[in-house]
């Protein structure tokens, strides 16, 4: 698709106009100079036709110096990857020193420029577009305000307007987006703590430096969505920022960083949970795998600078032990694939797909309803559920695996059981039927999860499921 830029100096609203013509809120805005520091990307489908936005971070004014370097190459990849630059200023504060360097960077390039003057209604415009004219750009300031929706529409009708003047061809992207050939792609969460490598592990996967890599923890925080394809696979891969323990974050953007990285969680179809291998599993570790467990997430886990473990011992000897370690502290994820990794110099990075399409084959190859009703049938004989203090105890008259209405790229398996009370079955009970169910199927790197749901007695006299049929799996 068509690709529009944001570039600009830090803390003149890029973020707040990103977010508006993406039509959600994806990077972060805050008051604090340099809070965006990698490229983020969304789909704009306000128009007539869907293109792609690149929020940069900020370039020059001195935020945040310790990256300043990584920060212009950043906005360098953007210019040389976007069709259209959308060169944001601040209007209430004039024209910058630095807006007036970088306009002079800008003009030497040869993509296509729309200065943008936010922080603007239209009537202040008029005080303004003489300081902002001088820049020399052939297109004329917009004037806008990202964060009221000021002076949107007329931004957008530049961009298409701009976009046809280049030759893109608005019916085959418009016929493409009402007729979207296959599936969606598999949206993969790289979460973890800070420093344990994530943005490492992308750009290893990417071969590029795609995304801030540095030993200060806290680099990345925004969550970053970066397209991927591998073989004929399309992959949405979401670099999110560490996750420290509440105690720790000592600032607002830190906090909001740590709720962005758990809606990214949310929103992805999967997660690759990366952990430090040299420094082992620590207690936030575990509370991140557990926020993967809670949002009924498939996961892999990968266990990165597996060249600093035990360095002096054989490589066998070193799989093994951390793969024992890894178990033994993140036992709850059992079912999790553990893939041993060095980002940092590229090694066994192809693991990480071989063990993303083990999880993506387990989630299609589901039992049938007549194997599945027939296992739980067995297990419940070999080993027959508490019977309650009143004497009763839990009876099963039918499981079915829910169908999905809707395609995804990694659905997750869903139990729905028919019982007399939902109150019957215990939590025990319920870990020891998904073992039982694990046994025939694995469903490797998956997680079960079960919908209960009461039959009623009448019901259950005359025989009938009471189930609805779009909860019926095929088979």
Do not use: W
């Not at 090694?347 to 027939?374: S, Y």
């Not at 870990?431 to 694990?438: A, D, G």
């Amino acid at each position: 698709m068509p690709t529009v830029a944001l570039v600009g100096r830090p803390n003149v609203g890029k973020s707040a106009l990103f977010n508006r013509l993406a039509g959600r809120r994806i990077s972060i805005v805050h008051d604090q100079p340099g809070v965006t520091r990698d490229r983020i990307t969304a789909t704009c489908e306000k128009g007539p036709f869907p293109f792609d936005l690149i929020d940069t971070g900020g370039i020059g004014g001195g935020a945040d110096e310790s990256f300043s370097q990584e920060v212009e190459t950043e906005v360098a990849i953007a210019r040389e990857t976007a069709d259209i630059i959308l060169f944001v200023m601040d209007g209430r504060e004039g024209l910058h020193p630095v807006d007036e360097e970088l306009a002079r960077k800008l003009r030497r390039g040869t993509t296509a420029v729309i200065p943008v003057v936010n922080k603007l209604d239209h009537l202040e415009l008029e005080n303004h577009e003489a300081e902002f004219s001088r820049l020399g750009f052939e297109e004329s300031p917009a004037a806008v305000s990202a964060a009221h929706g000021v002076g949107m529409e007329r931004l957008l009708d530049r961009i298409i307007d701009k976009f046809t003047e280049l030759g893109v061809d608005a019916e085959a992207l418009a016929t493409a987006r009402e007729h979207p050939d296959g599936m969606a792609a598999m949206r993969i969460a790289i979460v973890g703590k800070p420093n344990a490598g994530k943005s490492s592990l992308i750009n290893a996967i990417m071969k590029d430096q795609r995304t801030i890599v540095s030993d200060v923890a806290g680099t990345t925080r925004d969550a970053v969505d970066i397209p991927y394809s591998r073989g004929d696979r399309d992959y949405v891969l979401i670099d999110t920022a560490g996750i420290r323990t509440k105690n720790q974050r000592d600032s607002t953007v830190e906090v909001f960083s740590a709720m962005r990285t758990e809606k990214s969680i949310h929103r992805a179809h999967m997660c690759v949970l990366v952990i430090d291998a040299a420094r082992g599993i620590s207690a936030q570790d575990r509370k991140i795998a557990r926020i993967i467990l809670a949002a009924g997430k498939p996961c892999v886990v990968v266990m990165n600078k597996f060249d600093l473990y035990h360095p002096e011992d054989k490589f066998r000897e070193r799989l093994e032990m951390l793969t024992k370690d890894t178990a033994q502290d993140l036992f709850f994820l059992h079912y999790a694939p553990q893939i041993a990794v060095s980002a940092k110099d590229r090694e066994f990075i192809n693991q990480v797909f071989k063990g993303i399409e083990r999880v993506r084959k387990a989630a299609v190859n589901a039992p049938t309803t007549a194997f599945l009703n027939t296992m739980l049938e067995d297990a419940m004989r070999a080993y027959p559920p508490p019977a309650r203090k009143s004497g009763h105890h839990l009876k099963l008259y039918y499981a079915t695996l829910a169908k999905k209405e809707v395609p995804t790229p990694m659905p997750v398996p869903r139990f729905v059981l028919f019982v007399n009370k939902r109150l019957y079955l215990s939590q025990n009970y319920k870990k020891y039927l998904e073992n039982e169910i694990r046994k025939v199927s694995p469903f490797t790197g998956l997680p079960i999860i079960f919908d209960v749901r009461e039959k009623k007695k009448k019901d259950a006299k005359q025989g009938k499921t009471s189930i609805p049929p779009e909860l019926l799996a095929e088979g």
